[in-house]
Structure formats: C-alpha cells, structure tokens
C-alpha cells in the first residue's frame, strides 16, 4: 500500500457537488493499493499514519502525529498512486491491485480506522471526487507498508 499523507489545516472530498467528508487540522491521506497488498499490510500502514510525527510541538518541531493533537483523518483512495512510471510518458497500472479486490481492501483500512480513531472520513471508492485542501507547510510524505518504510 502507499499512502501520499499531507498535513492540512482542513481538507473535503466531494462528489457530484455534495461533500462525502471534511476535515478540519488533521491529515489527508491518499491510498492507492498494490497488487501485493495484504490485510497486514492495511493494519501496519493505518498503525504507522496514526503514529507518525509531522505536527510541531511548542519548540516547533515535528514530534506529534495525528493521534497526538486529536486531528481529522480524510481518507480517499487513489489507485494512481499504485502506477509504474519508470517508463515511457504514460503510467502503467499493472501494479495496481485489480478493482474489486482494492476495493474490498480499502473497506477494510477504512472500518479498521473507524474503529480506532476517534474523528475518520473518507471519499467513495472508485468515484470521480475533487478533494480541496489547505497543505500545513507543506508537509506531504509518502508512506509505504512494505520494506523498511514500517519497520
């Protein structure tokens, strides 16, 4: 799985003109999910994007995450994310995890987050969705669940 995570002081995802969710400060985090992609590695990714230290402490540094300040969580998938880029001018999704398998696969990092944090909301899976945001920095990182990335 590889999560493009973005520090916001709000973000919303709407589709059709209505909003699906909206954050205040908190993190959006995009999802796109690889062919590889596990259950464990949906449980690793959310433990590492709840934990991770990208807002300040009052010296100004990086040492609190999400769960820490009690912030917002928008999650929305993108299986863009999943491409093979390192050839040609056109990406190539054979990494990504076939539709009806990644969707099942979000609807579980999605309930697994729900039931453990406190303020979750998401896009809809494979809708056409424009995501407004308010970067904090910016900050953006790119998360991985396989390799080192969680270790």
């Known amino acids: 799985m590889v999560a493009l995570i ?7 995802v709407e589709i059709e003109n209505q909003v699906a969710g909206e954050i205040g400060p908190g993190l959006l985090v995009f999802l796109g999910i690889e062919k590889e992609d596990t259950r464990e590695h949906a449980e690793r990714l959310l433990q590492k994007i709840l934990a991770y230290r990208v807002f300040s402490d009052n010296e100004g540094k990086m040492n609190l995450s999400v769960s820490d ?14 491409a093979d880029t390192q050839r040609g001018l056109r990406p190539s999704f054979s990494s990504a995890k076939p539709p009806e ?3 099942e696969l979000y ?15 998401t896009g809809k899976f494979g809708a056409n969705m424009q995501v407004s ?5 910016p900050v953006t ?4 669940s396989s390799g080192e990335e969680l270790g």
């Not at 973005?6 to 919303?12: D, H, N």
């Not at 300040?69 to 999943?82: E, N, P, Y």
């Open 107 to 121: 609807g579980y990092f999605t309930k697994l987050a729900l039931s453990q944090y406190h303020q979750v909301e």
């Open 141 to 144: 990182f790119l998360l991985k």
């Open 6 to 12: 973005q520090r916001v002081t709000s973000a919303k």
């Open 101 to 103: 398998e990644a969707k």
């Open 133 to 137: 945001l308010t970067n904090d920095g």
């Open 69 to 82: 300040i009690r912030g917002g969580l928008l999650l929305v998938s993108q299986f863009t994310l999943a």
